[in-house]
């Protein structure tokens, strides 16, 4: 556990640093599975998780939606001067994360400071709020795990950035990203992430996609090298949504995005951040997400959330569905981790939660979910039959004609040879639902 930091004024007062207490604790502000030096599948789950705390959601969400204004009010957020107002918001931050205990952090430039239409002067913000930043980072131990730059809330990205029509408008996303990388290296950030909020179409009429897409890929080519150049030796990311707020995005779910990057030669520096709720707004479970990028070797990072089965849109809310968060921890143990990345939580508490303890109890749910689930996959994958089941499904590919076809030695005739000389193959179960009760059993 580290030092809890604190600015001039103390933000969340009453709570102090939430610990592992276990799971006899009764202690809504206790952990009762993540235990950060506990050691599962040879790494401790500080390392496993490297969790990361949105700086959007938890320091600038002020709970308000297309049918009511906000209600929660930030104490943090009362200033006139941009600067000083940026600099409670921070000192609130920290002292959430340290309460909480979070190795890690992540930003979009406009949650640091607040932006005017001024380029010079929003650089000069940022650049400001950036030492700020450095020094509470030193104090606290802290991490930056990626920035971003937001090109989708200003009106002057009604039709995307990078992809806007208007040269003028992909001119100031760029500048902006420009920023946000400098911000980024300037903190020791370790990766910086993508998201296209507005980088797709609302209709096709008028829309040139073809050309949209290969300004998408300059646009992601020209910041690349940039970064390179200054330095950074970092991975980039890529967060597919198919949707909301466009009616269609280009980096639509991970298959989508694994094509684009293959099409536009950004496979060796790129790699996906992959948000629960974007995969099931695109259809897809979480773990088909994951799978899909975690077999092009593309996994890096997840915002970790959960949608509203009742909802069709992001609602964003805290991760507590152990049996989802089990099977994606299956796959990204199999994997080896994460590359590069951590686990997120681009999560916001619910409108009609708006006491200040009410962040605390979301993220101590979440993490516990995690941990949870990470200690529930390593016991699947070292004491069930797990492995066993799904390797003995595909054994027939292991010996003889079988192994002959994987090893690309099998024409189209000898296929048609071999069914005809074999007749009727034999019905083998899949056995899902004994696998579903493996899961459950080691929940």
């Known amino acids: 556990m580290g030092n809890v ?5 103390e933000f969340f007062k009453g709570i102090s640093q939430v610990k592992y207490e276990g799971l006899a604790s009764d202690n809504p502000l206790a952990f009762r599975w993540y ?65 909480m205990n ?43 795990l ?26 100031h996303g760029a500048a902006q990203v420009k920023s946000a990388l400098d911000a980024t290296i300037a903190l020791g950030g370790e990766n910086y992430v993508f998201w296209g909020g507005r980088e797709g179409y ?41 949707c909301e707020p466009t009616k269609h995005q280009y980096d639509y779910d991970a298959a989508t995005v694994i094509g684009f990057l293959r099409q536009y030669d950004l496979l060796e520096d790129f790699k996906l951040n992959l948000e629960v709720n974007h995969a099931t707004l695109a259809g897809h479970t979480f773990q088909h997400e994951l ?34 968060v089990t099977e994606a921890m299956l ?43 990470l200690v529930t996959a390593d016991a699947i994958l070292q004491k069930s039959d797990y492995k066993k089941i799904r390797t003995e499904r595909y054994a027939s590919y292991d010996t003889g004609a079988g192994k002959d076809f994987e090893n690309g030695k099998l024409s189209l005739e000898d296929l048609r040879n071999y069914a005809v000389e074999h007749g009727e193959p034999e019905t083998i179960s899949g056995q899902q639902e004994l696998l579903e009760n493996i899961v459950n059993r080691y929940i």
């Open 146 to 171: 990626w920035g971003t730059a937001n090109l989708f809330s200003h009106r002057r990205y009604m039709n995307g950035a990078s992809t806007n029509p208007n040269f003028h408008v992909l001119a």
């Open 35 to 99: 235990d950060e030096n506990r050691v599962v599948a040879g790494k401790t789950m500080k390392d496993h998780l490297r969790f990361a705390g949105a700086y959007w959601h938890s320091f600038v969400a002020t709970g308000n939606d297309p049918f009511g204004e906000g209600t929660i009010n930030h104490p943090w957020d009362e200033k006139a001067d941009p600067i000083e107002r940026a600099k409670d918001k921070m000192d609130a931050a920290f002292e959430f994360l340290t309460k």
């Open 5 to 9: 930091i604190t600015g001039e004024k």
């Open 331 to 373: 796959i990204v143990l199999e994997n080896n981790g994460l590359q590069g990345g951590g686990i997120n939580f681009d999560a916001k508490i619910r409108r009609n939660s708006t006491d200040p303890a009410d962040l605390f109890y979301a993220h101590i749910g979440g993490m516990d979910t995690f941990a949870r689930a």
């Open 202 to 242: 609302m209709s096709l009429l008028n829309t040139n996609m073809k050309r949209e897409q290969e300004h998408l890929a300059k646009f992601l080519h020209a910041s690349k090298d940039y970064a390179r150049k200054q330095g950074f030796k970092g991975t980039f990311f890529i967060e597919p949504k198919p």
């Open 102 to 144: 979070l190795p890690f952090y992540c930003f979009h430039d406009v949650d640091v400071v607040d932006f005017g239409n001024d380029v010079v002067e929003n650089e000069r913000r940022l650049q400001t709020m950036v030492e700020y930043a450095k020094q509470k980072q030193a104090e606290s131990g802290v991490k930056l």
């Open 291 to 324: 799978q899909v990028a975690a077999d092009a070797g593309l996994l890096g990072s997840m915002d970790a959330n959960r949608g509203d089965v009742q909802n069709g849109w992001d609602t964003d809310q805290f991760p507590n569905n152990i049996n989802e």
